[in-house]
């Protein structure tokens, strides 16, 4: 069994940066492949970013060159930078974790076996 709890959340301003963490227990982490999700209100979970058990990463076009994913495997986190922030970004941010080698992180939310409680990022204007 897998426990994720995700931390970094808040309140701030458009263009401003937040950098989300997610700690893992389990002792296989490094063969994880990690991703975050966001959902916004009235909306559908939708995918924001991922990164292998290898360090591939893959990004939602809608965060691209803006968000930046990264592991720490010693410590059992995975990070989500985020910079350049809009209110569009605004949604409560999930970690979800598989046990997998692929060499590309899983993009899909149904392809994740684990997840945390979630952390809310709100963006003001």
């Known amino acids: 069994q897998v426990q994720l709890v995700e931390s970094g959340g808040g309140l701030v301003q458009a263009g401003g940066s937040l950098r989300l963490s997610c700690a893992a227990s389990?002792?296989?982490?490094?063969?994880?492949?990690m991703g975050w999700f966001r959902q916004a209100p009235g909306k559908e979970r939708e995918f924001v970013a991922a990164?292998?058990?290898?360090?591939?990463?893959t990004y939602a076009d809608s965060v691209k060159g803006r968000f930046t994913i990264s592991r720490d495997n010693a410590k059992k986190v995975v990070y989500l930078q985020m910079n350049s922030l809009k209110p569009e970004d605004t949604a409560v941010y999930y970690c979800?974790?598989?046990?997998?080698?692929?060499?590309?992180?899983?993009?899909?939310?149904?392809?994740?076996?684990?997840w945390g409680q979630g952390t809310q990022v709100t963006v003001s204007s």
């Open positions: 389990g002792r296989t982490f490094s063969s994880y492949a």
């Open positions: 979800a974790a598989r046990d997998t080698r692929v060499v590309a992180p899983p993009t899909r939310s149904w392809a994740y076996d684990y």
């Open positions: 990164i292998s058990w290898s360090g591939d990463s």
